[in-house]
């Protein structure tokens, strides 16, 4: 049976204004012109979240699966058709228990894989990481979890500067696991090394990272020169001015640049008190900030509010559209599977009004009820 929606199509290379999206079972068949077409709504890929901690009042940082399973089911409803739990830094046998929870819900398909932010960062740029946990990486801890996980670890952030890094950042690539390059006091030097030894992301671009001098241009200069390294880019308006938002767009390139959530448990909750790695963090007016100090923690964005903030500060459709979905699964290694309204790929799609509002959601061919 084949199934047609139809309307204004966001392809990889542009937009087809009156288009139609072929799908058989859950791939793509055809992606072409249906001149029959009036005034239908915009039809964009799956969101691709590869950064998120959680959402609707549940939180992939405990490790618990329940939980996990009611946070990926509130971001779909909102388009990610596709995401990485991240957690944040914790014990070691936290890791472990979460990498062992979370293994079954990779192999069905609610998770796309786990992704450990810490705990081997930068004590000086942890943010909202609770410095309690952080310590040098460790490739003995490394190499553990991603024997247990069978490969549901799909990345590491990590400081380079701390160390072991490089050596934990060449156990990760040998391993297929993506090592990003986040919360880090790291001079231009010590990131260029570790894009030389293979890391490939550059988490939450700006947060959490030595700001740019012009005598030390530190990491987020060296990120953004890399023409291997995607940089992730949190579009809430609080993270980033939009200033910066575009400008990090522009030199990296829409196939660079990648827009993520970072979200927390309080994403689509009311605001109040709410807790991130053992931490307490109260959200007013919808920012997500540490009781104790202030510092921003996380987020309560989405991926449909990040595609249209984006929109809103000057990016145009199409180049969002890679950045919510084309690039990030590119990043992760999941590009030859998914993330594009393209033939052969799984058929995840988003239809969106013209306030780019979400309409409908479909996974693997299967319309969200």
Same mark, same amino acid.
């Given at each position: 049976?084949?199934?047609?929606?139809?309307?204004?199509?966001?392809? #990889?290379?542009? !937009?087809? $204004?009156?288009?139609?999206?072929?799908? *058989?079972?859950?791939?793509?068949?055809? +992606?072409?012109?249906?001149?029959?077409?009036?005034?239908?709504?915009?039809?964009?890929?799956?969101? !691709?979240?590869?950064?998120?901690?959680?959402?609707?009042?549940?939180?992939?940082?405990?490790?618990?699966?329940?939980?996990?399973?009611?946070?990926?089911?509130?971001?779909?409803?909102?388009?990610?058709?596709?995401?990485?739990?991240?957690?944040?830094?914790? #014990?070691?046998?936290?890791?472990?228990?979460?990498?062992?929870?979370?293994?079954?819900? !990779?192999?069905?398909?609610?998770?796309?894989?786990?992704?450990?932010?810490?705990?081997?960062?930068?004590?000086? $740029?942890?943010?909202?990481?609770?410095?309690?946990?952080?310590?040098?990486?460790?490739?003995?801890?490394?190499?553990?979890?991603?024997?247990?996980?069978?490969?549901?670890? $799909?990345?590491?952030?990590?400081?380079?500067?701390?160390?072991?890094?490089?050596?934990?950042?060449?156990?990760?690539?040998?391993?297929?696991? *993506?090592?990003?390059?986040?919360?880090?006091?790291?001079?231009?030097?010590?990131?260029?090394?570790?894009?030389?030894?293979?890391?490939?992301?550059?988490?939450?671009?700006?947060?959490?990272?030595?700001?740019?001098?012009?005598?030390?241009?530190?990491?987020?200069?060296?990120?953004?020169?890399?023409?291997?390294?995607?940089?992730?880019?949190?579009?809430?308006?609080?993270?980033?001015?939009?200033?910066?938002?575009?400008?990090?767009?522009?030199?990296?390139? #829409?196939?660079?640049?990648?827009?993520?959530?970072?979200?927390?448990?309080?994403?689509?909750? #009311?605001?109040?008190?709410?807790?991130?790695?053992?931490?307490?963090?109260? !959200?007013?007016?919808?920012?997500?900030?540490?009781?104790?100090?202030?510092?921003?923690?996380?987020?309560?964005?989405?991926?449909?509010?990040?595609?249209?903030?984006? +929109?809103?500060?000057?990016?145009?459709?199409?180049?969002?559209?890679?950045? +919510?979905?084309?690039?990030?699964?590119?990043?992760?290694?999941?590009?030859?599977?998914?993330?594009?309204?393209?033939?052969?790929?799984?058929?995840?799609?988003?239809?969106?009004?013209?306030?780019?509002?979400?309409?409908?959601?479909?996974?693997?061919?299967?319309?969200?009820?």
């Amino acid at each position: 049976m084949t199934l047609r929606v139809t309307g204004k199509v966001v392809t #990889p290379t542009g !937009v087809i $204004r009156q288009g139609c999206v072929e799908i *058989v079972g859950d791939r793509i068949r055809a +992606v072409a012109e249906y001149p029959s077409v009036r005034d239908g709504h915009w039809i964009v890929p799956g969101f !691709v979240d590869m950064h998120t901690h959680g959402g609707g009042g549940h939180t992939f940082t405990t490790g618990d699966a329940d939980s996990a399973r009611e946070a990926a089911a509130f971001h779909l409803r909102h388009g990610t058709t596709t995401l990485l739990a991240s957690l944040v830094s914790s #014990p070691f046998e936290l890791m472990r228990d979460a990498t062992a929870a979370f293994r079954p819900l !990779v192999e069905s398909g609610v998770l796309a894989g786990i992704h450990f932010e810490g705990p081997y960062l930068s004590a000086d $740029r942890c943010g909202a990481q609770n410095p309690e946990f952080l310590r040098d990486p460790s490739t003995e801890e490394l190499a553990e979890l991603i024997e247990l996980g069978g490969g549901a670890v $799909r990345m590491v952030t990590l400081a380079p500067e701390r160390a072991g890094a490089l050596a934990a950042i060449e156990l990760l690539v040998s391993r297929g696991v *993506v090592a990003a390059v986040g919360h880090t006091d790291a001079t231009w030097q010590q990131t260029r090394a570790a894009v030389a030894a293979g890391a490939s992301v550059g988490t939450h671009l700006f947060n959490g990272m030595r700001p740019v001098h012009h005598r030390e241009p530190g990491p987020v200069a060296a990120l953004l020169d890399s023409p291997n390294v995607v940089c992730e880019l949190v579009a809430d308006g609080v993270h980033l001015h939009d200033g910066m938002l575009g400008f990090a767009t522009w030199v990296a390139g #829409p196939e660079r640049a990648a827009l993520i959530t970072d979200a927390m448990a309080a994403a689509g909750m #009311p605001d109040g008190e709410y807790e991130l790695g053992g931490q307490v963090v109260t !959200v007013v007016d919808g920012v997500a900030r540490l009781s104790r100090d202030g510092a921003i923690a996380g987020s309560t964005l989405t991926m449909d509010a990040a595609l249209r903030h984006a +929109v809103a500060a000057g990016i145009a459709l199409p180049d969002a559209a890679r950045m +919510v979905a084309t690039t990030p699964a590119r990043a992760i290694g999941l590009g030859d599977r998914l993330g594009a309204l393209q033939t052969g790929l799984r058929a995840d799609l988003v239809v969106l009004d013209d306030d780019l509002n979400v309409v409908r959601v479909m996974r693997a061919g299967a319309w969200l009820e």
